[in-house]
């Protein structure tokens, strides 16, 4: 076990509420194995094709289901920012981690089938997506193959679930979606969609430079992995750079709420 000092108090409260999530994530061996037994054959040869010796998704996914327990519990819901996916807050006293670990028993095989349900349809679209990347041989939409190929691995780092907040990656599928209906459509739309990318980097440049003013440069780093330490608003206006492009190239997926540049430049103002 680390411990670490930081004078941000944000900063020190997102990590403490990762710290609380990755010690009771060790005491659910056997609620994942049960999990795991109970997946179909595709969900296991989906999930099991993604192993790399730094991460695993079948193990990492009890972070991402308990980090959803621990950010939602009852017994904790005393912060301002408890209703945003990346807020939440930890236990301060015995009693509370010991309700904590009892919400966390009662609870977690649901989430976990909810957390490999979504990872299954995750890893099937970012396999079609990359045979789609990897088959197109066109000049004429190389900017845009080129800027999903980047977008899909800022997504999809290795071990992003551990990093990102529980409901973000709930959310994958949706932005995933978006993206093979964006490559499905790049032959007749091209210039469309070289209108629509145009937009969305004007709107990550102005979160990334506005970020690193309030929060420093080395925030710019949390926001390239989009890491649960950011404050909860802050998590919520990079993703809704993924909702904005949920809305431009795949309107029928439906996005999480209302979004649109000018509500994301808005909240922006407000940090």
């Known amino acids: 076990m680390t411990l670490r000092y930081s004078a941000d108090e944000t ?31 595709t969900a296991k040869l989906v999930l099991g094709a993604r192993r790399t010796k730094d991460s695993d998704p079948l193990e990492d996914a009890v972070f991402t ?14 912060t301002d920012d408890h209703g945003l996916p990346g807020g939440g807050d930890h236990p301060r006293t015995e009693e509370e981690y010991k309700a904590l670990q009892r919400e966390v028993a009662s609870r977690i095989t649901g989430e976990l089938d909810r ?78 969609d070289r209108q629509f990318m145009d937009r969305i980097q004007q709107v990550r440049t102005q979160i990334d430079d506005k970020l690193g003013r309030v929060l420093g440069s080395a925030a710019r780093d949390d926001a390239a992995r989009y890491s649960a330490v950011l404050p909860a608003e802050w998590q919520k206006v990079l993703w809704d750079v993924e909702e904005l492009r949920v809305s431009l190239w795949a ?5 999480a709420h209302t979004v649109s540049e000018q509500r994301i430049t808005k909240a922006l103002a407000k940090l």
């Open 11 to 41: 900063w020190a409260h997102q990590a403490t509420i990762l710290g609380v999530t990755r010690l009771l994530s060790f005491g659910q061996k056997e609620a994942a194995r049960y999990c795991q037994d109970a997946l179909n054959n």
């Open 115 to 192: 957390v490999y349900q979504a990872l299954t349809r995750t890893y099937t679209l970012a396999a079609d997506i990359e045979r789609t990347i990897k088959n197109t041989r066109s000049l004429t939409v190389l900017a845009s193959i080129t800027d999903e190929q980047a977008h899909l691995a800022a997504l999809l780092q290795p071990g992003f679930l551990t990093t990102v907040a529980p409901d973000y990656v709930l959310r994958m599928p949706a932005y995933l979606e978006a993206a093979a209906n964006r490559l499905d459509k790049l032959g007749t739309q091209a210039s469309r």
């Open 251 to 255: 309107p029928h997926v439906g996005t």
């Open 65 to 78: 289901a308990v980090g959803r327990i621990v950010r939602t519990a009852q017994c904790l819901n005393r």
